[in-house]
Nanobody
Framework: QVQLVESGGGLVQAGGSLRLSCAASGRTFSRYPMGLGWFRQAPGKEREFVAAFRSGGSTYYADFVSGRFTISRDNAKNTVYLQMNSLKPDDTAVYYC???????????????????WGQGTQVTVSS
């Protein structure tokens, strides 16, 4: 089992930045191939893909990111990050961290690929 705990959310003005963190326990990134992702869900909307970091090193981003967000991982700390810059009010949502064993198969942009989820952290961007 993998437990994921997000942190770093909060209230920020449009144009500002936040860095979300997701600390994992139960599996060591350096010993197990893990794919990691970030999703978000705004009120009244479905959960949507934001970014993913495959065990092989590839990264993927949703089109709406447009170079504003960066996903990274620190295997020594068993943590994945989402650096968000130039935030917009439309980025307001609960952001979820997700993880799955990654042997190079499947689509990490799909929520159904992930077996483990965090509880979410609220990001609110004011105009």
């Amino acid at each position: 089992q993998v437990q994921l705990v997000e942190s770093g959310g909060g209230l920020v003005q449009a144009g500002g930045s936040l860095r979300l963190s997701c600390a994992a326990s139960g599996r060591t990134f350096s010993r197990y191939p893990m794919g990691l992702g970030w999703f978000r869900q705004a009120p009244g909307k479905e959960r949507e893909f934001v970014a993913a970091f495959r065990s092989g090193g590839s990264t993927y981003y949703a089109d709406f990111v447009s170079g504003r967000f960066t996903i990274s991982r620190d295997n020594a700390k068993n943590t994945v990050y989402l650096q968000m810059n130039s935030l917009k009010p439309d980025d307001t949502a609960v952001y979820y961290c997700a993880a799955n064993e990654d042997y190079g198969l499947g689509t990490s942009t799909s929520a159904s690929w992930y077996g483990y989820w965090g509880q979410g952290t609220q990001v609110t961007v004011s105009s």
